[in-house]
């Protein structure tokens, strides 16, 4: 064997080694990866009446990635029908708790409530690149703890690739392509668009065969974004969002009231209102874990919300959010909401008695700030 | 759109794979992992 | 151990593998992602590591196809003849040649978005006919180089102002004419003061000698399909017709590659490829190191940590650290820095015209496509002239650079007087 060949060798063994590590590295990883792609349960209340997908309403999702849950709550007297959705955007966990725990807990009385906890469900099979985020995080409950997925903010490019180099709106709207995959930018949808475009033309279908009448969009924000602890109004609730307003004031939580710009389209509290005629409201409460500020990505972070830096930024007054050494713990965001969404609810009793929807069993704020999250979870 | 981008990776894959093989550099070599271990989770709709 | 101790760790480990174990940068930057991770107590993150890297796939395809199709118009001939078709038409006055020029990097770069698809597309293009008109390779890198930089943060398209504009729900409208004040200047200025005092014009004679050989007899008027394939189907896609609007860069540079195979000499697609995948192998490597780099870094803290340092600097410094820290990160991925520096910036600076201070800020992001390690646009200039060193070419990028920050910095500072005029 000459020296060369001896060489040539050595680079193939050298090769085959390394494309048996590349191999495991793939295996080792893309089995965390993969273990996303299953879904948590939930376990809806006795109250529910109907349990749905979102391809019945847009049979094209079936069997696609965005098909998603939707349970429907009818009560027995007659009145408004209201969606609340969750998990819009997957990396802000108490939009999607919320919606959890209002899905495992509430009774309708009058009216009807249509909970989708999972709006985007493709975002939450994966996680944010770059963003150092835990795959899922604990709540505890009675029964033990139940593990969620922290998701991404848009739809897995597994499902949806490539993205356009910019993408521009069912409205007209120019963004970033990675925008293409956000659900938040993507009403009212377009029956032959892209999955993410498809999910929002369900949700759209969903309105207008449960005959919505208002639409809810729980989310969070990162601290230092103006728009937070916010209630933002399409200009036909604005009557509604200040009612809610005054109401939650009375209760000790400050809102801010926040009109849908008219030339931001694509999300949810415009296009709801201006292509279907709902009333429409969007609610954000402060979440560090997805902000440009935080320390530590952990569990910690998502679950007590507490961040040192995030703290620093307050002292410095770069924040639109109180933040002290307590944080802003999960357990008090989707008390917020929930105090939001029952304040929403008495309003639109309220300014419209023929559309009232009421609901039992529906966690108080207070009870969530002290007996935790988990006393209302299954 | 997928499928042309599934056949656009596939192709690069195999080319970084005749390229892993030819290099006579190890750590050039080690390099191809880093972008090799990509294109297989992708071709193989893993992430 | 404190965030800063983990940032100094993972740069010293790399600083360490790359300059006296002379590592491939990719792999000592993933070496040192890798040492973070392990400092920060998260033990091999195996996941972290590759989704990090997942960060930078699009680019990386971007790039890989883009290379290909820079191959292919050189091993078809198609490369040579265009330029002996640029040489007849502007050898006679070069300020006009020059202005030309500058245009046609900074094109690709404006409906794109993107100064790599600028410097792979037309910068091979303009080069050779720089450099037979006198132009020294060097600064003919850096003419391509400032062109991709300029052409991406002009408008039409701005990718960094739509990462900055969707961090505080700005849309993307009204930007054209701060995007202008800003570059059309500057693209002047840079152009000629490049170029003036070593091109020289020629008389036809000269000229003649100059030429490239060129296939046009052969292949005629086909030959300028394949650059015109990729620059139409660019424009396509941003005017929204269905279909191609989906195409997206990599699939345009596949198909303008593949439509060379048919227009040009005859030549082997594959190895043409294999060419390409090895000239591109350094930087998609860094690319994956690098995106494994930030991803430890955020997991650890550190990009936290270097985010609030930056943000917590008194006032009076805050166009400093403005000025510093967003070419510093742009170094790392320009995209990156606009989404997490650039929209902390834009909070800080709220009071003021959102429209023009993402303007401003998108235009100092920009120089971090000359910063190492990633420096994507010095590095490509530098592969169109035939340079092995980079760092030779940021020399001649210093002076353009310092003018692209002083505009910079100089927009944000004026803006509420700009704001009156606009
Ligand atoms: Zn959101």
């Known amino acids: 064997m000459t020296g060369t060949e001896t060489m040539s060798l050595n680079r193939f063994v050298r090769a085959a080694l390394l494309f048996a590590l590349t191999v495991l590295v793939c295996v080792l990883s893309g089995r965390e990866f993969l273990s996303m792609r299953a879904a948590d349960a939930i376990y809806p209340s006795p109250g529910l009446t109907a349990a749905r997908a979102l391809s019945d309403y847009f049979p094209a999702l079936k069997g696609t990635p965005g098909d998603t849950p939707v349970y429907v709550y009818a009560g027995p007297k007659d009145g408004g029908n209201v969606l609340v959705i969750g998990g819009a955007h997957p990396n802000e966990p108490a939009g999607f708790v919320t919606a959890v725990v209002l899905a495992e807990n509430i009774r309708a009385v009058r009216g009807k409530v249509v909970i989708v906890p999972r709006a985007n469900a493709s975002g939450f099979t994966h996680s944010d690149p770059q963003e150092g985020s835990p795959q899922r995080f604990p709540i505890a409950t009675a029964s033990g703890e139940r593990w969620f997925r922290l998701g991404s903010r848009v739809t897995n490019p597994i499902h949806q690739w490539p993205d356009p180099t910019i993408y521009v709106t069912p409205t007209g709207q120019t963004l970033a392509g990675i925008e293409a995959r956000n659900l938040n930018r993507a009403y009212p949808g377009k029956a032959g668009g892209n999955l993410t475009e498809k999910v929002a033309y369900g949700i759209m279908e969903l309105i207008k065969k449960e005959r919505i009448d208002l639409g809810i969009d729980l989310h969070e924000s990162a601290p230092e974004y103006p728009v937070i602890n916010a209630i933002v109004f399409h200009e036909n609730s604005a009557d509604l969002a200040a009612t809610a307003q005054m109401e939650l004031q009375a209760e000790g939580f400050e809102f801010r009231l926040e009109a849908s710009p008219p030339n931001l389209r694509g999300l949810s509290h415009r296009e709801w209102g201006d292509a279907a005629g709902i009333r429409a409201i969007l609610m954000e409460t402060p979440n560090a874990s997805h902000g440009r500020l935080k320390g530590k990505p952990s569990i910690g972070l998502i679950i007590d919300g507490k961040d040192k830096f995030y703290e620093k930024a307050a002292r410095l007054g770069r924040l639109f959010v109180p933040f002290g050494p307590d944080g802003i713990p999960l357990r008090d965001r989707v008390a917020r909401h929930l105090a939001g969404l029952r304040a929403i609810l008495a309003g639109l009793t309220e300014l419209d008695p023929g559309k009232a929807v009421e609901v039992e069993d529906l966690p108080t704020a207070d009870r969530v700030r002290v007996e935790g999250i988990g006393a209302f979870l299954r | 759109m997928r499928i042309v981008y599934h056949l656009i990776v596939l192709y690069l894959t195999v080319h970084f794979l005749w390229y892993l093989a030819r290099e006579k550099k190890f750590w050039k070599q080690a390099g191809i992992v880093l972008v090799l271990i990509m294109f297989l989770l992708r071709l193989f709709l893993v992430e | ?422």
């Open chain 3, 1 to 422: 151990m404190p965030e800063y101790l983990i940032l100094l760790l993972m740069v010293g480990v790399f600083i360490v593998l790359a300059v006296p174990l002379k590592l491939p940068m990719g792999f000592a930057i993933a070496l040192s992602a890798l040492a973070g991770a392990l400092a920060g107590g998260q033990g091999f993150a195996l996941r972290h590591l590759v989704e990090g890297a997942f960060g930078f796939f699009d680019i990386i395809l971007i790039i890989a196809s883009a290379m290909i199709f820079m191959k292919v118009l050189q091993e078809s001939g198609i490369l040579d003849s265009l330029v002996a078709v640029l040489l007849k038409t502007f050898y006679r006055n070069k300020v006009l040649l020059l202005l030309a020029v500058m245009l046609l990097v900074m094109f690709p770069g404006m409906i794109t978005g993107s100064s790599l698809a600028a410097v792979l597309s037309t910068g091979p293009l303009v080069a050779p006919v720089l450099m037979k008109l006198g132009l020294p390779r060097l600064k003919t890198a850096a003419f391509v180089a400032m062109g991709a930089i300029l052409g991406m943060i002009a408008p039409p398209v701005n990718i960094l102002v739509m990462i900055m504009g969707g961090g505080v729900d700005m849309p993307y409208a009204g930007l054209t004419l701060p995007l202008l004040i800003i570059v059309v200047p500057l693209a002047v200025i840079i152009a000629l003061g490049l170029g003036l005092k070593d091109l020289k014009a020629v008389s036809a004679d000269e000229m003649k000698a100059l030429l490239p050989e060129s296939v046009f007899e052969k292949n005629g008027v086909r030959l300028y399909l394949p650059l015109l394939l990729v620059l139409a189907l660019m424009i396509l896609q941003n005017l929204n017709v269905p279909l191609i609007r989906d195409l997206g860069l990599p699939a345009i540079f596949f198909i303008g590659s593949l439509s060379g195979l048919f227009c040009g000499r005859p030549f082997n697609f594959i190895k043409a490829t294999q060419k390409a995948v090895e000239e591109a192998m350094p930087i998609l490597s860094i690319l994956a190191g690098v995106g494994m780099f930030i991803q430890v870094m955020t997991l650890t803290g550190a990009r936290g940590w270097a985010v609030m340092t930056f943000l917590s600097l008194p006032p009076a410094l805050l166009y400093a650290s403005i000025g510093v820290s967003l070419p510093l990160f742009g170094g790392v991925s320009a995209f990156g820095s606009a989404s997490v520096l650039g929209v902390p910036f834009l909070l800080a600076l709220i009071n003021k015209n959102a429209l023009i201070t993402s303007s401003a800020l998108s235009a100092i992001v920009g120089i971090g496509d000359l910063m190492p390690p990633a420096a994507m646009a010095a590095r490509f200039s530098a592969q169109v002239v035939g340079e092995r060193s980079f760092f030779k070419v940021l020399r001649y990028c210093l002076v353009p650079a310092l003018l692209l920050l002083a505009m910079g910095i100089g927009v944000l500072l004026l803006a509420p007087l700009l704001d009156k005029v606009i």
